[in-house]
């Protein structure tokens, strides 16, 4: 089945550092891929998506890139604030569509001063 | 953005009850709401897949006789976790897809339950 992985947290980080938070998957075919993101206290929100290979989607100076060949879509920030603390999330829902989202374990991401 | 809304937060209950939990679309008509739990430190699982007015569509493993989920009316889903034992403890996210955007799906912001 659909799996993704993604690298363990926390990572801490001091402001304005770069950031790169790494998600593999493993699917069929042509899966569309996201990026949540969950402040304290509050739900998941979308932070980004791609839909097809070679897409890059960004979002509040986030970017990811849909890469086939290696089945990633890693996280990227050039300047991270103290507000980008959170828990990411990165998943997938299956080629053709349909709404099953399939997360990876989460990676908290802590900014300090 | 779309907003969802989960009721109570957080809820403490003795093993052998049942507790409720209420998710709502409070600014559109969701046809379509997922039921997820989290563990410690591990990914969302997806549980159900409620749909307004017919029943729910269960994940493999997942007892449905155990997490009734009713979605009686377009902005309300409710999940019951039926004569609760500790090992049921474990935090809820509920979800909505919003119509005028069908890959977004917009969760609430859980519910965390202890059985003791």
């Known amino acids: 089945g659909d799996s993704v992985t993604q690298m363990e947290g926390p990572v801490t980080l001091s402001e304005e550092a770069f950031l790169t938070i790494n998600c593999t998957y493993t699917?069929?075919?042509?899966?569309?891929l996201f990026w949540y993101v969950q402040y304290p206290g509050e739900g998941l929100q979308l932070l980004l998506k791609?839909?097809?290979?070679?897409d890059k989607g960004s979002n509040k100076g986030f970017e990811a890139t849909y890469r086939k060949e290696t089945t990633s879509f890693h996280l990227e920030k050039g300047s991270v604030q103290v507000s980008d603390s959170a828990v990411y999330f990165c998943a997938l829902t299956p080629t053709g569509g349909g709404n099953k989202l399939t997360f990876g374990t989460g990676t908290q991401l802590k900014v300090e001063l | 953005g779309a907003v969802v809304s989960q009721h109570p937060s957080r809820v403490i209950c003795k093993s052998g009850t049942s507790v409720k939990i209420e998710c709502r679309s409070l600014d559109f008509q969701a046809t379509t709401m997922f039921w997820y739990r989290q563990f410690p430190k591990k990914s969302l699982m997806l549980m159900a897949t409620s749909n307004e007015g017919s029943k729910a569509t269960y994940e493999q493993g997942v007892e449905k006789d155990k997490f009734l989920i009713n979605h009686a009316s377009l902005t309300l889903s409710t999940l019951t976790v039926t004569s609760a034992h500790p090992e049921d403890s474990s935090f809820y996210i509920c979800?909505?897809?919003?119509?005028?955007?069908?890959?977004?799906?917009?969760f609430g912001p859980g519910t965390r339950l202890l059985v003791l």
């Open positions: 791609a839909t097809k290979a070679d």
């Open positions: 979800s909505a897809r919003d119509p005028r955007n069908s890959e977004t799906q917009y």
């Open positions: 699917a069929t075919g042509y899966p569309s």
